[in-house]
């Protein structure tokens, strides 16, 4: 069975697990009582925002103003949440990625999380098999999205063209990475639903999906 695209690029937060209300949202709210206690914390909303415009390290450096030392401290605090929760992939999720693969797809993962917890969601759900290549968290910004340097890495690796290629993302840092690599991007909608992120991925994505089943028959599709 022939497929549309050989290689699929997903995010991982937010795509292909429900990790932003269980770890990340809860974890800022730790740093804002240890660093920030006289401010009251963003919404869970407002963290998905500043995530997507202008970017978690924008957000903690610039907006919060955080020293390196208290910068070190989020650091800590955000590996601790990461290290004792697991968060649940999304219905259907793993089960598209297993029927992609099983039709000769190359399955790669480019995040903001750190490689061994994104490892560790995949092999405790009985999928350590699924990815082929994981470009996690660097502090190094022209290392990670919205950089192209990991999609650019993934072509290169798999000797692909950029048309045979998808990159499969929940906020603004995927579509300009693919943007910028020449890489067709589509919007994953169901892990919220905030107007001002659909509308930019709507706009700005191939196509846009609000559940998996959706995607999964646009990626499988003949």
């Not at 390196?68 to 650091?75: G, L, S, V």
């Not at 906020?171 to 693919?178: A, T």
Request: overall charge negative; charged content about 25%.
């Amino acid at each position: 069975m022939a497929l549309r695209y050989r290689c699929l690029i997903i995010d991982h937060d937010d795509t292909a697990v429900d990790s932003t209300r269980k770890i990340h949202y809860p974890a800022h709210l730790e740093v804002m009582r240890a660093l920030r206690p006289g401010v009251t914390p963003i919404t869970l909303n407002g963290w998905f925002l500043k995530n997507f415009h202008p970017g978690i390290m924008e957000y903690l450096e610039g907006e919060l103003g955080l020293t390196p030392r208290e910068m070190e401290i989020e650091f800590e605090v955000w590996k601790t949440h990461t290290a004792k929760t697991d968060p649940d992939f999304y219905p259907g999720f793993i089960e598209t990625l297993r029927s992609f693969k099983k039709r000769g797809g190359i399955v790669a993962i480019v995040s903001h999380s750190e490689m061994h917890i994104i490892e560790r969601h995949y092999s405790i759900n009985g999928a350590e098999d699924i990815p082929d290549v994981i470009f996690g968290w660097s502090y190094d910004e022209t290392l990670r999205k919205p950089s192209p340097h990991p999609a650019r890495e993934i072509l290169k690796q798999f000797d692909l063209e950029p048309a045979g290629a998808l990159i499969l993302d929940d906020l603004k840092p995927g579509v300009v990475m693919g943007r910028n690599a020449g890489i067709d991007v589509c919007g994953a909608g169901w892990g919220h639903d905030i107007p001002e992120i659909a509308l930019y991925m709507k706009k700005n994505c191939l196509a846009y999906f609000s559940r998996v089943e959706d995607f999964s028959s646009f990626l499988l599709e003949e």
